[in-house]
């Protein structure tokens, strides 16, 4: 094989591994937010703590715009999460944690909330 040849070959083996490197580091992961509560709590108002719960969801993107999966992921997590919890109607201490997988064709994102299910209740009545 000729010097050409070789750098030839040697260009096309960079770009490939570079093309590569791109498909598989191209994601993104961040905490989004940090609640006290999924829903306003005041002096008048009580919960009873039920536990640590967590709740996902998961959508798919093809082509960057159609979406395969719930409209809101943050909204459907959190509902994911209070209903695995046995009475609870809201959380505290709330995180969310947002991420993003990217492909050239399609996108996957997953949305995680985790906290301290409550069972909670406004000015003495129960919150349904």
Not at 37 to 54: E, L, Q, W
Not at 64 to 87: L, V
């Amino acid at each position: 094989m000729t010097n050409r040849g070789k750098n030839n070959m040697n260009k096309l083996l960079t770009i490939l591994i570079l093309f590569t490197a791109l498909l598989l580091l191209s994601g993104c992961n961040s905490v989004v937010s940090i609640a006290p509560s999924t829903t306003p709590i005041t002096a008048n108002d009580s919960y009873t703590k039920r536990g640590y719960t967590v709740g996902r969801s998961t959508t798919l993107v093809i082509l960057g715009f159609i979406p395969i999966g719930p409209y809101n992921p943050s909204r459907c997590a959190r509902d994911n999460a209070i209903e695995h919890a046995q009475g609870a109607n809201a959380m505290v201490e709330v995180t969310e944690e947002y991420n993003v997988l990217n492909f050239l064709v399609f996108q996957l994102y997953w949305t995680t909330v985790e906290g301290t299910a409550i069972k909670f209740e406004r000015k003495g009545v129960d919150v349904e």
